[in-house]
């Protein structure tokens, strides 16, 4: 079974920048996809970045040139480098492993909490 096991996530002000990481362990499915979707209270879960094994990059428009996502796919890890925080981008953070077959799975969540 994958496991995923996410940290970095805290308190920022706003227009600062806090690195989110991400481990997968474990087998279960050959992960091709890892990514990131964030939830804020009352909302849906909705994507911010994700990356194939391939090196495809996606990105939600609300981040785009602010967040940076990274994979090292030997290692089972991603990166997600987020600068100019914004009291927006306030949410719980979930990483996502995904195979090609549709395996998915989550980690707990870290907390960004972006203060104005």
């Known amino acids: 079974q994958v496991q995923l096991v996410e940290s970095g996530g805290g308190l920022v002000q706003a227009g600062g920048s806090l690195r989110l990481s991400c481990a997968a362990s474990?087998?279960?499915?050959?992960?091709?996809?890892m990514g990131w979707y964030r939830q804020a209270p009352g909302k849906q879960r909705d994507l911010v970045a994700k990356?194939?094994?391939?090196?495809?990059?996606n990105y939600a428009d609300s981040v785009k040139g602010r967040f940076t996502i990274s994979r090292d796919n030997a290692k089972n890890t991603v990166d997600l480098q987020m600068n100019s925080l914004k009291p927006e981008d306030t949410a719980v953070y979930y990483c996502?492993?995904?195979?090609?077959?549709?395996?998915?799975?989550w980690g707990r969540g870290t907390q960004v909490t972006v203060s104005s």
């Open positions: 990356m194939t094994s391939g090196g495809s990059r």
């Open positions: 996502n492993a995904a195979s090609q077959l549709g395996s998915s799975v």
């Open positions: 474990g087998s279960g499915f050959s992960i091709f996809a």
